[in-house]
Nanobody, 128 residues
Framework: QVQLVDAGGGLVQAGGSLRLSCTAS????????VGWFRQSPGKEREFVGA????????SLAESVKGRFTISRDNAKDTVFLQMNSLKPEDTAVYYC?????????????????????WGQGTQVTVSS
């Protein structure tokens, strides 16, 4: 069982930055990938980025490469999504996600329906 608590959303102007955090409670972190999906009104939940916990390798969606980075703090069992150069089209509810026995790259190729664990979501609004 994995519990995820995500936080850090808010309102920011275009070009600004936000950092989201996802704190995970799990029996074991070996073999787990933790990442972020986002969903805006009327759209499917889409992959944003992920990190393979054991190796630290990351995967990012093409739409956010060069602007977003993902990292982890092992001591705090927390994953961070640093979002820079935000655009109005980044406006969405961002959900932390986790699944065992996959890599970050594999999570990037998955439908949201295949994800096992979810955080409660945090709203990010980027004004133009």
């Amino acid at each position: 069982q994995v519990q995820l608590v995500d936080a850090g959303g808010g309102l920011v102007q275009a070009g600004g930055s936000l950092r989201l955090s996802c704190t995970a409670s799990a029996r074991a972190f070996s073999g787990i990938a933790v990442g972020w999906f986002r969903q805006s009104p009327g759209k499917e939940r889409e992959f944003v980025g992920a990190i393979t916990w054991s190796s630290g390798t990351t995967s990012l969606a093409e739409s956010v490469k060069g602007r977003f980075t993902i990292s982890r703090d092992n001591a705090k069992d927390t994953v961070f999504l640093q979002m820079n150069s935000l655009k109005p089209e980044d406006t969405a509810v961002y959900y932390c996600a986790a699944k065992y026995w996959i890599s970050a790259q594999a999570m990037g190729g998955m439908s949201h329906s295949s994800i096992t664990y979810w955080g409660q979501g945090t709203q990010v609004t980027v004004s133009s």
